[in-house]
Structures are given as structure tokens and as C-alpha cells.
């Protein structure tokens, strides 16, 4: 018994065990880091993310997320999680590393001070999107999206990104990747124990739902 519970441990990926989703901790020294951010050396360091992400942080490509006008609060804490590998990605994961904590804070800054830019999008099924944002769905126990991103979609502090003027692809992308768990850097797998309870096409219609929100 002993030797078959040691093979299934040693069988086991790593990621399985204790790992915490983020190593990034709220405390008030850590906010006021990131409040401190210096927005004109960010930009001067954007020019190195302008290529997929634009260079007002307006993505040029529907598979990149925009970062114009997000929490710096939320971006900063993206950035140490692809450092730390809490959140996989090839292509993030070496460009945070090449970053330091002051330089992860300025980024932050800059983009987070540049104005989100709508861009529309053909809606599917806009009645059952707004439904789950406004109502959530009590059998399957999914509180409405609102309640944390608000009700403009422009999330809150610290940690709960904006969605309005999000790429669709993108936000049903990373929603797909918190439902099958690639995507796991949630504290307290908030959106984890969300996506598992929606479908793949309740997520392409909040994907387009929460693009089409004006800023
Ligand atoms: C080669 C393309 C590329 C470059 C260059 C790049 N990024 Fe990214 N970035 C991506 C991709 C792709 C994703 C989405 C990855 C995923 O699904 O986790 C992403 C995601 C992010 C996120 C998470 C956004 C969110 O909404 O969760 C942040 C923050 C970010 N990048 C910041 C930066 C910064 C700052 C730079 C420059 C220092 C940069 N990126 C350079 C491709 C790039
Ligand atoms: C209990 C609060 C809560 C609720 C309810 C909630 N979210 Fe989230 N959501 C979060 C948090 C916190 C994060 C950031 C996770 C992290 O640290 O990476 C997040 C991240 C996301 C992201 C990733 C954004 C990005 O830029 O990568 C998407 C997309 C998202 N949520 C969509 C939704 C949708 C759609 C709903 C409703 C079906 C929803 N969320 C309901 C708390 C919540």
C-alpha cells in the first residue's frame, strides 16, 4: 500500500502540489509600491511590449489582451506571476523576468493610465451573457460577474481585472484556461470555480459581451 501511495506521489506533476496560486500579497507597503509606480519611465519601457500589446496598450491583435486602462494594482500582479511561473505562458514568462519589481511597478502605471479604447463586436447570444453578468445562475451557484468586476465591468481593487474593452478572444481564451486549470494564479480559485461551471459557449458570448461594453 505504502509503496503504491509513493508511486502515485512520484507519478504526480509538480504543479499538483501546495503551490500557491500567486506569491504576490496585498500588504499596504506592497499597494503603496505599486501606487508609486513611475508612469514616465513606463513608458520609456513599453516600447519593449509595443509589438504585441500596442503602444498605448491597445493590442493589435484580437489574441493579445489590451492593458490600457487596467488596475496597475492587477497588471503588476500578472507580471509577478509569469516571473514566478504562478501563471504559464512563453511568451510572458521570459519577458517578466527580464523585469525587475520597480520596473514591473512603472509598467503598471503607465498602462494602467492610458485610456481603454472600445471597439465593437458582433454580439451571439447578448440576452444570456447579460443574464449571467446581471443574475449569475443560482442551481450552478455562479454568482453574477458583476457582483466583483462591476457593474461597468471596470473591475476593483486590488485585484479584480477590467473586462469592458477587452479583446473577445482573448477573455474567452484565458476563461478556457481557468475552466481546464493552465490558468491557475486566482487567489482563492475565485475564477477557477467559475469558468468550471460554464460552458465553452456561455464563455465566446461573455467574451463578446464584455468587449462590446463602452468605457
Ligand atoms: C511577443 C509578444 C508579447 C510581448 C513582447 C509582451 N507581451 Fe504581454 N502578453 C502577451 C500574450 C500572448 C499574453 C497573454 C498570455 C496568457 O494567456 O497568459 C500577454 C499578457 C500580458 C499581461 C496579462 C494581461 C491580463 O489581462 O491578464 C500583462 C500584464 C502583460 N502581458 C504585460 C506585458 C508587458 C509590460 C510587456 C513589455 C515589458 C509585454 N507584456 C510584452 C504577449 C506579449
Ligand atoms: C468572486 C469574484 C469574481 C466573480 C464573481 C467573477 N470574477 Fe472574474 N476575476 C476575479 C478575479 C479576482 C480575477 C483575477 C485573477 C488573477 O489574479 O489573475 C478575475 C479574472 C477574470 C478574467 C481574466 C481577465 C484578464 O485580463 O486576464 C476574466 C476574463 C474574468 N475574470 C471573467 C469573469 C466572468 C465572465 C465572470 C462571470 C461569469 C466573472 N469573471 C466573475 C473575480 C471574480
Known amino acids: 500500500m505504502k509503496k503504491l501511495i509513493i508511486g502515485i506521489l512520484l507519478t ?3 504543479s499538483v502540489f501546495a503551490q ?3 506569491q504576490v500579497a496585498w500588504t499596504p507597503e506592497q499597494l503603496n509600491f505599486v501606487k508609486n509606480g513611475n508612469p514616465s519611465k ?8 509595443a509589438g504585441c500589446h500596442g503602444d498605448k496598450g491597445i493590442s493589435p491583435s484580437p489574441t ?3 492593458l490600457a486602462g487596467q488596475l496597475p494594482t492587477y497588471l503588476y500582479k500578472q507580471l509577478q506571476d509569469y516571473k514566478n511561473g504562478n501563471r504559464a505562458d512563453p511568451m510572458m514568462g521570459p519577458v517578466a523576468q527580464g523585469l525587475s519589481e520597480q520596473e514591473a511597478a512603472d509598467l503598471a502605471a503607465w498602462f494602467g493610465s492610458q485610456p481603454a479604447v472600445f471597439q465593437s463586436a458582433s454580439l451571439m447570444n447578448y440576452e444570456q451573457a447579460e443574464n449571467l453578468v446581471k443574475n449569475g445562475n443560482r442551481e ?3 454568482p453574477p460577474c458583476e457582483v466583483c468586476h462591476g ?4 473591475g476593483q481593487a486590488m485585484d479584480i481585472p477590467a473586462l469592458s474593452g477587452q479583446n473577445a478572444a482573448y ?12 490558468r ?6 475565485r475564477m477557477r470555480l467559475i469558468a468550471e461551471s460554464l460552458t465553452d459557449q456561455e464563455i465566446d458570448e461573455l467574451g463578446f459581451y464584455y468587449q462590446n461594453i463602452k468605457n
Not at 44 to 49: M, N, R, V
Not at 151 to 154: E, L, N
Open 42 to 49: 513606463g513608458q520609456e519601457l513599453a516600447k519593449a511590449c
Open 171 to 182: 477573455i474567452s481564451y484565458t476563461l478556457k484556461t481557468f475552466k481546464n486549470g493552465t
Open 20 to 22: 500557491p496560486s500567486s
Open 64 to 66: 493579445y489582451p489590451s
Open 184 to 189: 491557475r494564479n486566482d487567489i482563492y480559485s
Open 140 to 142: 450552478r451557484t455562479l
Open 151 to 154: 457593474k461597468d465591468g471596470k
Open 12 to 14: 504526480l506533476p509538480a
